[in-house]
């Protein structure tokens, strides 16, 4: 298994509070991703980044934000949760696009916004 | 822009039964389609994937799916089910290219039962 881990797991929270979840692998692969899933919406990419402080919007960026500063560590920042965000966020990792190679996935971070 | 359909929310078959998953795409330019899996409470992981070349890919768990450009489909098929394909599956369609114009569309997915 790809060494991908995502970190809190399931986080319950208010809606403005700000709220930063982590993904960190030990594979320093180039790509890194973050999804979104919800029920009859598929996976929906937010945010992805393709080098150390390199990052673009995906489809889904509005009210999201991301930062990487090392290879290993990919951030997730909501600044004011709203209860639209409720969700199970996924990160992906990929030592190439991930448009032509295998993406991993980590185990998921379950998020409620009150 | 690339788009992809999964026919069917979905799908129940018995063990030992042909599994059958539907997924149909659009693409402007040729291309990279892929099937990924998801069991309960876990990521994604990688079934298979055709990028060029034979249109008949074998992927793990003895599942296969077959590009057919004519009919802009990649239906994922296994001759058996076995109680443990029970699982969420999605297709997923890219051009193939750098930049956000080439990460993955998903499909909404179809979530497959195995009846014993």
């Known amino acids: 298994d790809a060494g991908i881990t995502q970190s809190p797991r399931h986080k319950v929270t208010e809606t403005g509070t700000p709220v930063t979840l982590r993904c960190h692998q030990t594979?320093?692969?180039?790509?890194m991703y973050w999804y979104r899933q919800d029920p009859g919406h598929g996976l929906r990419l937010i945010h992805y980044?393709?080098?150390?402080?390199?990052?673009d919007k995906g489809e889904v960026s509005d009210g999201y934000s991301v930062s990487r500063s090392k290879t290993e560590d990919f951030l997730l920042t909501l600044e004011s949760a709203t209860s639209s965000q409720t969700s199970v966020y996924f990160c992906?990792?990929?030592?190439?696009?991930?448009?032509?190679?295998?993406?991993?996935f980590g185990p998921g971070t379950r998020l409620t916004v009150l | 822009a690339q788009s992809v359909t999964q026919l069917g929310s979905h799908v129940s078959v018995s063990e030992g039964a042909l599994v059958l998953l539907r997924c149909n795409y659009s693409?402007?330019?040729?291309?990279?389609l892929f099937w990924y899996v998801q069991y309960p409470n876990q990521g994604l992981q990688l079934l298979l994937k055709?990028?060029?070349?034979?249109?008949l890919v074998k992927g793990i768990n003895g599942f296969e799916a077959e590009f057919k450009k004519s009919e802009t489909s990649f239906h994922l098929t296994k001759p058996s089910a076995h109680m443990s394909d029970a699982a969420e599956y999605f297709c997923?369609?890219?051009?193939?290219?750098?930049?956000?114009?080439?990460?993955?569309?998903f499909g909404k997915g179809t979530k497959l039962s195995v009846k014993p």
């Open positions: 992906a990792i990929s030592p190439n696009s991930g448009s032509t190679d295998t993406q991993y």
């Open positions: 594979e320093n692969h180039r790509y």
């Open positions: 980044s393709y080098g150390v402080k390199d990052t």
């Open positions: 693409s402007s330019v040729p291309p990279y």
């Open positions: 055709y990028t060029t070349g034979a249109t």
């Open positions: 997923a369609v890219s051009d193939g290219s750098g930049g956000s114009q080439g990460n993955l569309i």
